[in-house]
């Protein structure tokens, strides 16, 4: 007998397998924003508040560790409750607590509220990749979760124009920039009530009914006969509640997971060290505010054909050559980085850096939710998240104490050599391309 599952993954992609792309990557392109934002802030407050580096420090990093915490709630709660009701969720927590942090009166509540920021933040994405890849077309799977990671450049982008033309028009460009962060509160009812729950979840709770219903809408939506009721293969509720919920760290799977989690860290706290920094970096090399602003504009543009390149070599080269040439890059431009001196060189190399590291992270992004079966899909990507964003926290911190022990060059060494060490990892992840997601 034909499973759902299977129904689902022998479909063509469709309008509605579109809808739910741009559905859940607009959500993520709010969510790329409002980390990407912060940045220009700090750049701003260093300027306005007289911040030391220590302060921007912690207004780098705290929103991290909120985001440590929420990748492993959300994760868990998405196994639970749904993936979309999780989804939701946490585009409105993140939502509030941006337009809240504009209305900051001292670091001590910009720093609290930017924790609150991240505990949302960092519960959507592995949440959102999930819910993406479970319902993505078994032959393109790879390619939509790359195309949905991609919208992380566009939320980038948003903030680095957003950075442009409206932090430095005043004092109070910078609270201005923090409102737009809004939008995701008022966008979490369209992921609420417009976008599917995972057939797979509601398998998984035996609720059958409803998981039939969807598989059918997206059947009709490519023309598709749908399978007799009677010639389905079912479970009953408690056969569902019987079987067993597994781990992430169970025998066959620990070697995949501790691989995942190095590359995670890796990844993270190059990314992180390097982007939330960049605008203060290089104010501090000589560069008025606007023109600092204007060049992480011109490196944020690399973002967007890094995506499509590792778009279309996912599905030709497979998960694990493509991240893990993609990463390889990447140390290599943060190499350059450290070394480079002219605007010129600085753009040039700043675009290298752009374009394999977030082409490694849409490769990341697609192959994480191949490497679990159903019941530990959410807890599995949640927790390489979770891991991964304990970088995010010590990168910032560590970036001005690299600063004063070797410049630049030390910093963006650091850097690369993080990349070198996830590149090795992800050589040791299974190759998951063109196979079928695991139920249990």
Do not use: C
Not at 185 to 207: I, K, N, Q, T
Request: charged share 15%.
């Amino acid at each position: 007998m034909t499973t759902r599952t299977q129904r689902l993954d022998d479909l063509p992609f469709t309008g509605r397998h579109r809808r739910l792309l741009t559905g859940s990557g607009v959500g993520w392109a709010l969510d790329a924003m409002d980390v990407g934002l912060i940045s220009f802030v700090m750049a701003a407050l260093a300027v306005q508040w007289d911040l030391s580096s220590t302060q921007l420090s912690w207004i780098g990093s705290i929103g991290f560790v909120g985001m440590a915490i929420g990748a492993s709630l959300g994760g868990l709660l998405a196994d639970r409750i749904g993936r979309r009701q999780v989804f939701a969720a946490t585009l409105l927590v993140y939502g509030l607590a941006t337009g809240a942090a504009a209305l900051s009166t001292s670091v001590a509540m910009l720093i609290v509220l930017r924790f609150v920021v991240g505990l949302g933040l960092g519960a959507e994405l592995p949440v959102a990749s999930t819910l993406v890849s479970e319902f993505a077309p078994r032959k393109v799977r790879g390619r939509v979760v790359v195309a949905l990671e991609a919208f992380w450049a566009v939320g980038w982008l948003l903030a680095a124009l957003i950075g442009y033309f409206v932090v430095p028009t005043s004092d109070n460009g910078w609270r201005w920039a923090l409102a737009v962060g809004l939008v995701p509160a008022a966008y979490a009812l369209v992921v609420r009530f417009g976008l599917p729950e995972s057939v797979r979840y509601l398998e998984s709770r035996g609720r059958y009914a409803e998981a039939e219903a969807i598989v059918r809408d997206y059947e009709q939506s490519a023309g598709v006969t749908s399978v007799p009721e009677d010639e389905q293969p079912v479970r009953t509720v408690a056969e569902v509640e019987r079987a067993p919920r597994g781990s992430v760290w169970a025998p066959n799977l620990r070697r995949r997971t501790a691989a995942l989690w190095v590359v995670w860290f890796g990844i993270n706290f190059s990314y992180y060290g390097a982007f939330i920094w960049l605008p203060s970096l290089l104010v501090a090399q000589g560069f008025d505010l606007v023109t600092s602003f204007g060049y992480t504009l011109l490196i944020t543009l690399a973002q967007l054909p890094g995506y499509g390149v590792a778009a279309w070599l996912i599905e030709v080269w497979g998960r694990r050559l493509t991240l893990g040439v993609f990463l390889a890059g990447s140390a290599v431009s943060a190499g350059l980085f450290g070394l480079a001196e002219t605007p010129s060189t600085i753009v040039a190399a700043g675009m290298a850096l752009s374009f394999f590291n977030l082409g490694a992270w849409g490769a990341l992004y697609a192959i994480g939710p191949e490497l679990y079966p159903t019941p530990v899909r959410g807890a599995g990507t949640g927790s390489a998240a979770a891991f991964g964003r304990l970088a995010s926290i010590i990168a910032p911190l560590l970036v001005p104490v690299l600063l004063g022990a070797g410049g630049n060059g030390l910093v963006f060494g650091a850097f690369a050599a993080s990349f070198v060490v996830a590149a090795v990892a992800a050589f040791t992840l299974p190759e998951r391309a063109g196979t079928v997601l695991d139920e249990r």
